[in-house]
């Protein structure tokens, strides 16, 4: 696609060769040649580059458990199969949201024509098909170096019809990105190389016409076998007449050459696959992509099957309302497929807001739900909600996971400092800041008063901030001054029981529910002297028994 015309790119607006295209284009001449790629299309797609983004992988990946992530809810499905995907081209491409809001609307109005359209659904999915049948001819798979070298080049170049047909014919009434697939093929296809291949197919398929009569006995079995006529095909410019064929081989004989029918077509198949080397390259990148979106896909059927919608989101300016109707956890989805979505309203999106409430209330994976919201969108993905209107962020930095390591030079509240620290030192304007439990790591009155110079300084830079505490008092002190610009509360609401009912509510949450957290996991004074009274006695039986 390269000599007739831009690729296709289900990803970019602006099509860009993501691929090592001169190192890919050697490796599928060797796999075309030997039928062993040894992993060509896995080479190339983590080799693959990305658009520019504005956002570094490493301040959000390992928190969000994106591997994790795409390996358990982007699971494609085509009928009763699913397939093996690329997950980690996957990965690389939702760690890195692009820069330029056309990418971003590209992908995003690809994914709403697939998702609407039963028959470019289907049409993609075949395309797909072929892709892996492709891969598999050039990788050797299930045996397929073991087989004639001719006919399994020829089986290849077959399926590459069939590659084209499929994205000339199955999306030509796209409106989407979509069309690009068939404006492409049908370069290729009008191009000599194709036509040239064509012609190759059908003298492999039909050199000749054979017409013979059977006899069959009153057995029903075969009597004899005659012959009736033979017509060759000779509209085909590969097929030569009996006496031409004869005189060229006379002629190569007497010139001191010699080989047979067999490399003659070998010839002939390599003549045809030079013409269309450049554009089976494409092809690589092009199987990246779709695994992308039928990811996405496979991830809005399983949602579905949980009685959970997913949608595209309304991309709105900062300063408009942050809607999230339905908001669910993908990652509880996938661990326990039974989640429970909940709604969340602030009046704005460039604002900080606390987050406050009882342990396992919910707070620390409403603040999963909303990141990878975030990263969905700007992904031009589905995003875990029935309604959604967000704003776009510059970057987004997470941080919810806070290890002990062996090797840290400082205690717990340096490495909170240090934490913080690297928070500023790349944040730009209006990015998205995601903060579980900010300054735990010290004693609550030198705690909120770095807690509350954070959350000034982040004002200061007009970002999308989102952060757990448990300093109640000090969250109550915030909302009452009103100091702070575009500051926000939001609260776990309780149900009549006190328990956590895992949807939010606005301002200050009074209790964290400790006791009510310690009753549950058997961490009472009566439960803890009933363990203590146990483990007295077991020791006097034991002094007894030595005794």
């Known amino acids: 696609m390269t000599a007739s015309g831009a690729p296709p790119d289900l990803l970019h607006a602006a099509p860009i060769v993501r691929i090592d295209h001169e190192r890919t284009k050697v490796a599928v001449a060797i796999a075309f040649a030997g039928g062993n790629s040894g992993g060509l299309f896995a080479e190339a797609l983590e080799r693959a580059t990305v658009a520019p983004s504005p956002w ?119 409106k989407s990105g979509l069309r690009s697939l068939a404006t492409c093929a049908d370069s290729v296809r009008r191009g000599e190389p194709f036509l040239s291949m064509c012609d190759l197919l059908r003298y492999d398929d039909g050199l000749a016409t054979v017409s013979v009569k059977v006899g069959v006995g009153a057995d029903g079995r075969i009597r004899g076998l005659q012959i009736d006529s033979i017509s060759e095909n000779t509209t085909n410019p590969f097929v030569a007449s009996p006496l031409r064929r004869w005189l060229a081989k006379g002629e190569l004989f007497l010139r001191g050459f010699s080989f047979g029918d067999g490399e003659v077509m070998a010839r002939l198949i390599y003549a045809v696959f030079d013409g269309l080397h450049d554009e089976l390259v494409p092809l690589v990148q092009l199987l990246g992509e779709v695994e992308v979106y039928l990811g996405a896909l496979g991830f809005q059927e399983m949602a579905r099957a949980a009685g959970l919608p997913v949608c595209l989101p309304q991309i709105v300016s900062p300063t408009e309302p942050r809607v999230m109707l339905g908001l669910f956890n993908p990652l509880l989805l996938a661990a326990t497929g039974k989640v429970v979505p909940c709604d969340i309203h602030v009046d704005r999106n460039s604002a900080t807001v606390l987050v406050t409430g009882p342990n396992s209330g919910g707070k620390t994976r409403l603040l999963q739900s909303l990141a990878l919201s975030q990263l969905l969108a700007q992904s031009g993905l589905f995003v875990p909600a029935r309604t959604a209107s967000l704003a776009l962020a510059p970057g987004l930095v997470v941080s919810l996971i806070q290890e002990t390591r062996a090797d840290q030079g400082e205690g717990r509240l340096g490495m909170e400092l240090l934490r913080i620290r690297e928070l500023f030192e790349d944040l730009q304007p209006g990015a998205m800041v995601i903060l579980d439990e900010l300054c735990s790591g010290t004693n609550p009155s030198e705690g909120e008063e770095i807690f509350e110079l954070v959350v000034r300084m982040l004002a200061r830079l007009n970002p999308q901030v989102l952060i757990t505490t448990h300093f109640l008092a000090f969250a109550a002190r915030l909302e009452g001054e009103r100091k702070i610009p575009n500051l926000r509360f939001l609260q776990v609401e309780l149900g009549a029981d006190q328990q956590p009912t895992y949807q939010f509510a606005p301002g200050v949450a009074r209790t964290s529910l400790a006791c009510h957290t310690a009753a549950r996991l058997g961490v009472t004074g009566e439960q803890l002297a009933a363990l203590v009274d146990r483990n007295l006695r077991r020791g006097r039986d034991a002094e007894s028994g030595w005794g």
């Open 56 to 174: 570094s992988p490493r301040s959000f990946q390992q928190d969000l458990y994106l591997q994790h992530f795409v390996q358990s809810c982007f699971a494609a499905r085509l009928g009763n199969h699913r397939p093996v995907m690329y997950t980690s081209h996957i990965v690389h491409v939702l760690a890195h949201p692009p820069a330029d809001p056309t990418a971003v609307d590209h992908r995003r109005r690809i994914l709403a024509e697939l998702s609407s359209s039963p028959d470019l659904r289907l049409s993609f999915e075949r395309l797909y098909g072929l892709l892996c049948r492709f891969r598999g001819q050039l990788e050797g798979v299930a045996g397929a170096a073991k087989w004639d070298a001719n006919r399994r080049q020829l089986d290849t170049l077959r399926v590459v019809k069939e590659l084209f047909d499929c994205m000339a014919d199955g999306f030509a009434s796209s």
